[in-house]
């Protein structure tokens, strides 16, 4: 066999080193990771980001070549999640699929959400539904990861198909198993979301900024994940530099919070800023009067506090909402025990249910809002009190130019 021929063979055309191949695998490998956050996630799913055509189609080519994901499917499995999230119906929550098999069998879940046709064409409207679509990307999804390993092959010889390999098991890992895995399991939270969604790290380098799903969460069609000054979304950073070349358009970010002075009553402004942010409003509740009085009644009992787990305090912020029947029952017995802490419990409750209102009758919204305030304000705690004289006066920001 010709030299020339096992070269080839051995280290394709360009008979690359080791770090050249190192190189190229992280940059084909975030170059996927940015068309899955940009394009399928904040644009595609989200309506947050619009791109210009023409990049948008490098996006869609990009994870047809490298995923063989569809468009529809993937953003209707991701707005199916957000719809059903915790729940039976939720294709990939820890809570009901179990931590492991979300982990590590992802692509399996992602693969029987497929089939769900019903879901995939109630949930994918508004994605691309034009010619090479119809003819190309979704009848041939596999023909893309397959042209790839041609490409790779040629490029690198065998090891090119090493890198491939790789390349196939990224998103897979990354996406399916530790953002809709870990983010749902283990981090902090900036928001007390009614789902398990946590923030992985606050600096969103190497998932695309995707490692911020609790603040997604809290905030769904915001084009930015970075939510606090110390947080960093590169996916946001990538945005921001494609809007100053004009290749894209921010539609949505999140709305931020003012706080208006020595307001009487809960007006209009305050029912809208409410709604817009009501996981602000119930993590201000949880830090401001929850934690408080904890540390009080921690003060007081001593060593006793110690029957309390950390699991169950933290289920304080919701109400035990996902712990286990005998740990909630746990929790619930110790706040009943203690008249101060069960008064609070009862107005965390009734303030998310006036929240959580989907009605079309603002008045009446308002007015359980202003009842809400005036009983906290009666209730002699001063905590509650400082915070319904808080929430009366928020009222959303203005929008930054």
């Known amino acids: 066999m010709p030299a020339s021929l096992l070269d080839f063979i051995a280290g ?30 904040r644009s595609m799913a989200h309506r947050s980001v619009d791109f210009h055509p023409a990049l948008a189609h490098v996006f869609r080519f990009w994870t047809w070549l490298s995923t063989s994901m569809i468009t529809k499917e993937w953003a209707a499995i991701h707005r199916k999640h957000h719809a059903k999230c915790e729940t039976e119906e939720d294709p990939h929550s820890p809570q009901f699929k179990g931590i492991d098999t979300v982990m590590w069998r992802g692509v399996e879940l992602y693969r029987e959400a497929r089939t769900q046709r019903e879901d995939i064409e109630k949930y994918g409207k508004g994605c691309p539904d034009d010619w090479i679509e119809r003819k190309l990307y979704t009848p041939h999804a596999t023909m893309g990861p397959t042209l790839l390993l041609f490409i790779s092959f040629a490029l690198f010889g065998f090891a090119g198909v090493a890198v491939w390999a790789l390349q196939m098991l990224w998103i897979p890992f990354w996406a399916a198993g530790v953002v809709n895995g870990l983010g749902h399991w283990w981090g902090y939270r900036n928001f ?20 911020l799903h609790n603040n997604h969460h809290a905030f769904p069609s915001s084009a930015k994940f970075a939510l606090r000054k110390w947080e960093f979304d590169i996916g946001w950073a990538a945005i921001r530099v494609l809007e100053k070349l004009r290749l894209a358009k921010v539609l949505r970010v999140a709305p931020a919070l003012d706080v208006r002075p020595n307001i009487a009553i809960p007006d209009a402004e305050t029912l809208k800023a409410l709604l817009a942010i009501r996981f602000q409003a119930m993590t201000d509740y949880y830090r401001n009067v929850t934690l408080p009085a904890l540390r009080e009644e921690a003060s007081s009992a001593g060593d006793r506090m110690r029957a309390l787990p950390r699991k169950l305090r933290k289920g304080l912020a919701d109400g035990g909402r996902w712990l286990d029947g005998d740990a909630r029952e746990r929790l619930h017995s110790w706040v009943a025990e203690r008249p101060r802490m069960a008064t609070l419990a009862d107005f965390r409750q009734r303030l998310a249910q006036v929240l959580d209102d989907r009605s079309h009758d603002a008045q009446a919204t308002l007015q359980r809002l202003h009842a809400w305030c005036a009983e906290a304000e009666a209730s002699g705690i001063h905590a509650l009190q400082a915070f319904s004289a808080r929430l009366k006066g928020y009222a959303l920001a203005p929008a930054r130019a």
């Not at 690359?16 to 996630?41: C, D, E, K, N, R």
């Not at 007390?192 to 606050?202: G, I, K, Q, R, S």
Request: glycine share 10%; hydrophobic share 45%.
């Open 192 to 211: 007390e979301t009614t789902d398990t969604a946590t923030n992985l790290t606050p600096w969103g380098f190497w998932i695309g900024g995707e490692e």
């Open 12 to 41: 394709g055309l360009l008979q690359a080193s080791f770090g050249t191949m190192v190189i190229y695998f992280l940059v084909v490998t975030q170059l996927t990771i940015m068309s899955v956050t940009l394009y399928l996630h």
